[in-house]
């Protein structure tokens, strides 16, 4: 009996900090899609954390997942999923799977997400914790994102939760009218950019200053 009690007195002790950190900050920062809004609510966040961390988990900060790696500031995950402005219907690349947490996120926000993480032992835990947040509309592989996922392209929208400048890749397997989502720059200065592909060419806008793990190549089997 004690098994089942723990992890519902958890969700109800922590269903206050995630509706406070939907109200400080996100709506006080100026989120208003409302249904960025409902699925940051509705995520369990510290299911994707350690459970040394999951105290933290709603705090406005990154938090270390491992392997040298981060999960994104609840603000930055919420201010990148409403950039995409998605409606339910698209299909979605994510290049980083990280922890999961995006991943869960989007897979709210649209009709399937296809990700990937090139760390191994990063791709085995988002898979765990995607399947104990129950998210079934999600995609998973461990390989080089900057070479994309052909078998699934064209895409609606891509992702990109790691900084360095786009792969050409990217563009190649976006829907025209489609948006690509990335923080371009290195050593740690980038700003999210977005891109929006063409029938010719592509129109760029420039948003939020931010920090984020190096986009690196090849794959981490360890």
């Known amino acids: 009996m004690k098994h089942h009690l723990i992890p519902e007195q958890t969700r109800l002790v922590l269903d206050r900090p995630r509706k406070r950190m939907v109200q400080d900050q996100l709506i006080l920062r100026g989120i208003d899609d409302e249904r960025v809004l409902a699925t940051m609510l509705a995520v369990p966040r510290h299911l994707f954390v350690d459970a040394a961390l999951a105290a933290r988990a709603y ?28 409606k339910g219907s698209e299909r979605v690349l994510e290049i980083g799977t990280g922890c999961g947490y995006q991943t869960a996120v989007l897979s709210r926000l649209c009709r399937r997400v296809y990700s990937i993480e090139r ?20 995609m998973l592989k461990c390989a080089d994102g900057l070479a994309g996922w052909e078998e699934y392209a064209p895409f609606d929208a891509i992702i990109v939760t790691a900084g360095g400048f786009a ?36 129109s760029e806008q420039y948003f939020d200053a931010c920090t984020f793990v190096p986009l690196l190549r090849g794959v981490h089997h360890h």
């Not at 760390?119 to 999600?138: E, G, M, P, S």
């Not at 890749?169 to 948006?179: A, S, T, V, Y």
């Open 59 to 86: 705090h406005d900060c990154a938090l270390p997942i491992g392997c040298g790696q981060t999960i994104s500031q609840p603000y930055m995950v919420a201010r990148m999923s409403q950039l995409l402005e998605l």
């Open 119 to 138: 760390i191994q032992a990063l791709h085995d835990r988002a898979r765990q914790n995607l399947r104990t947040a129950r998210h079934a509309n999600v």
């Open 167 to 202: 792969s050409d890749i990217w563009l190649q397997q976006l829907k025209p009218g489609g948006f690509l989502l990335f923080p371009e720059g290195d050593d740690g200065q980038h700003r999210l950019v977005r891109r929006q592909r063409h029938t010719r060419g592509y």
